[in-house]
């Protein structure tokens, strides 16, 4: 039977409410009823008061403490960087999860059972004490109430109460027994799947008549410890992490909430063995779940460390430690430590993609690569049949092929190769890259990957673009507006270069030079090479005025008969070839004559060599057939067809013969006009379909 004084105090019952976090559940909490009629004791949880507004817990680093340490290993330079973030509250429903293995509680999993301690005092305010009114009685949950396994009443209105509590019931803590104490004594398991998300509630001085409930609120007395990817990781295989070095163990006051820890350290570690592909983005989850260390809190004593032990494909074992000693693992708060691992040789591209554009390309990139794993690296592409390469200096044919790669001729037959493997290391590796013309009606996506042999998964990529033309119908143009030009063929007297030659060269070198380039109106030589004085004169005011290229509908043949005039096209070889032989020019051009109109648009195709050895000197000529030119300066009546937002004037290839000093150009958006071929204005190339 119930006492009538008992039944008059009324009954003591604790509210309702949820887990005190801080996380992003206010707004289920103001829906809660946080008064709960009883006619026994019973408890709730309720929330903090100072709990944290919905996304005030995560956001922006502001607010949080980061640091930065280095993992390294004994036998290589740094391969790993470790950043910390301290965040408010233990909440890990982030998309930056875990990857170890431990349970924190919150708003929506909280303990279906809880251990609570009752202290009786006489009066309000009174530091009378009484008894131990109850003493880790099991509270368990009871629809919207915890229960205990005992039925207890308010003994009446006179007393007041000290009520205390931890969660989860079954945590490993050694709870007080004696009088008065309210010590837990708490040891954290060595496996991490028994590390629990300990809870703590203190509600001191409750008293009166209680036929309400009253609050109840519980907070985090541990310190989430967890892992995640950070922002570059390299293939392989996270085997382990650890922590080393900690302290394990201590005592919690529940009445002044404060942990006093003792003096030992120990070791905390989980196998992962979790596969890191390299394509992991910051804060990437790399195995299924929340998990987490759930530590002491604690300032870390002197050489407490963070071991990972990572395996790269391809690579042996390695244990990489960070010191984190004189850090703070703050009560109630999680500490994040991003992983972000790095091979330990550096295999990278060191260009920045750049666009390319419809016709025959040559594009040369820039790879670092330093300590790498023998075999060396391998280059590929995502397109075999339209890119290959040719790493500098490995050109066949050596240093005179690559000579007229540097000049702009995409050689047939010396573009490489669609993998390309090099043992080359250094900061600014050159490969060039052979790309063939892209006539589809659509941009084409390339895709360049660089690996070690021995770890073809450890890719690093480079993306860019090739444009297709820009087709009006039948024709197409180039889409990158490259340098302006003249016309040419219209050449003064300044337009004469002297070389001194060396003397020695009995067998002549004019007879090599025509035997290989045919007969120039404009190279003639004087003097003799047993006297010192033999001379070889270029002199392009000697080329004949041209009287070809008048169509006004077929550039294509216009801009073959440009090309092909007189050898021109073939000056700058000439040249280059005399000084290779030790001939100094008496000056410089006032323009250079290889550059013409017609024949940057031949440049666009594809050639092929011809190689030719007179008196055991041997030369590589570039020669473009007919069948390759696909790519020329359109005709006067083929310019108006140009469609890609052009402007300004444009040459075209239509020649005027009379007076012979000008062709006609096309003023975009407009018609065709006579213009002095020693203008330098706009070229565009184009194309058939």
């Known amino acids: 039977m119930k006492n009538k004084n008992i ?7 604790m509210l309702f409410g949820m887990l005190a976090v801080s996380c992003n559940d206010d707004e289920m909490l103001e829906k809660r009823s946080l008064e709960q009629p009883c006619d026994y004791i019973c408890f709730g949880v309720a929330p903090d008061n100072n709990m944290q507004k919905s996304g005030a817990a995560y956001g922006s680093d502001n607010g949080r403490t980061t640091n930065r340490f280095v993992l390294r290993s004994k036998n290589s330079k740094d391969t790993l960087c470790v950043r910390t973030i301290v965040s408010d509250g233990i909440n ?3 998309s930056d999860k875990p990857i170890t293995r431990g349970n924190p509680v919150n708003n929506d999993n909280f303990y279906n059972k809880f251990k609570v301690f009752a202290y009786r005092y006489v009066g309000s305010g009174s530091s009378e004490y009484v008894e131990n009114f109850f003493m880790n009685e099991n509270a368990t949950k009871n629809g919207d109430v915890y229960k205990t396994d005992h039925t207890y009443y308010w003994p009446g209105a006179d007393y007041i109460f000290d009520f205390y509590a931890y969660a989860p019931a079954d945590a490993p803590v050694s709870a007080p027994t004696d009088t008065k104490s309210k010590i837990l004594s708490y040891t954290v398991p060595d496996n991490a799947t028994e590390q629990k998300d300990i809870v703590v509630a203190s509600r001191p001085q409750v008293g009166g008549d209680h036929n309400a409930s009253v609050n109840l609120q519980f907070k985090h007395i541990c310190t989430a410890v967890r892992f995640v990817v950070g922002s570059q990781m390299q293939p392989g295989q996270i085997k382990s992490v650890a922590i080393k070095g900690v302290k394990n163990s201590g005592s919690y006051d529940m009445d002044n909430g404060q942990w006093t820890l003792n003096n030992g350290v120990k070791d905390f570690t989980q196998e992962l063995n979790q ?5 992991e983005t910051d804060g990437t989850d790399i195995i299924t779940g929340e998990a987490t260390f759930m530590m002491l809190p604690q300032t870390l004593p002197a050489n407490a460390e963070i071991e990972v032990v990572f395996a790269p494909n391809g ?5 990489l430690t960070a010191k984190i000693e004189n850090t703070q693992w703050v009560m109630g708060k999680t500490v994040t430590y991003k992983l972000s691992i790095k091979p330990d040789y550096t295999l990278e591209f060191v260009s920045e993609p750049a666009m390319q554009d419809a016709h025959y390309v040559i594009y040369p990139i820039k790879i670092k690569a330093d300590k790498l794993p023998s075999g060396g690296w391998t280059l590929t592409s995502n397109d075999p049949a339209n890119v290959t390469f040719v790493e500098s200096g490995k050109f066949k044919g050596g240093e005179d092929v690559q000579a007229l790669v540097d000049a702009g001729y995409w050689l047939d037959g010396y573009n490489g190769t669609s993998t390309l493997t090099s043992t080359t290391t250094g900061n600014d590796i050159v490969v060039y890259v052979f790309l ?13 990957s660089l690996a070690p042999k021995t770890d073809p998964t450890a890719t690093t990529t480079f993306n860019f673009k090739q444009y297709c033309p820009a087709w009006n119908g039948n024709l197409g143009v180039e889409r990158i507006q490259d340098k302006d030009y003249p016309w040419g063929f219209n050449w003064d007297s300044q337009m004469k270069i002297t070389y001194s030659m060396p003397g020695g060269w009995e067998s002549g070198i004019l007879h090599i030079l025509f035997s290989i380039f045919g ?26 005025a041209i009287n070809t290229a008048t169509s006004s509908t077929d550039g294509l043949a216009n801009t073959w008969d440009i090309y092909n005039f007189d050898g021109v096209n073939e000056s700058q ?24 109109a017609a024949r940057a648009c031949a440049m666009k195709n594809k050639f092929s060599i011809e190689t030719k050895t ?43 013969t009379s007076p012979g000093t000008t062709a006609y150009k096309y003023t975009a958006g407009g018609s065709t006009s006579a213009e002095d071929r020693n203008s330098v204005i706009h070229v565009r190339a184009v194309r058939k379909k």
């Open 92 to 94: 890990l429903s982030r």
């Open 315 to 319: 690579g042996a074992e390695k244990h």
């Open 275 to 279: 596969t890191t592909t390299g394509s």
């Open 614 to 656: 007179e008196s055991g000197q041997t030369i590589y000529k570039p020669v473009l057939d007919k069948a390759n030119m696909v790519w020329y300066l359109p005709a006067q009546n083929e310019a108006t067809s140009m469609n890609d937002n052009l402007s300004g004037d444009y040459w075209t290839s239509t020649c005027i």
């Open 436 to 448: 063939t013309e892209n006539i589809a009606n659509s941009d084409r996506n390339i895709e360049l």
């Open 519 to 544: 007969d120039k109106s404009f190279v003639t030589q004087s003097g003799w090479a047993l006297a010192g004085t033999w001379k070889v004169i270029v002199d392009f005011s000697k080329v004949p």
């Open 7 to 13: 039944i008059k105090a009324g009954v003591m019952a």
């Open 573 to 596: 070889t000439i040249m280059s070839q005399l000084e290779s032989w030790g001939g100094t020019p008496d000056k410089t051009l006032p323009t250079n004559p290889a550059e013409f």
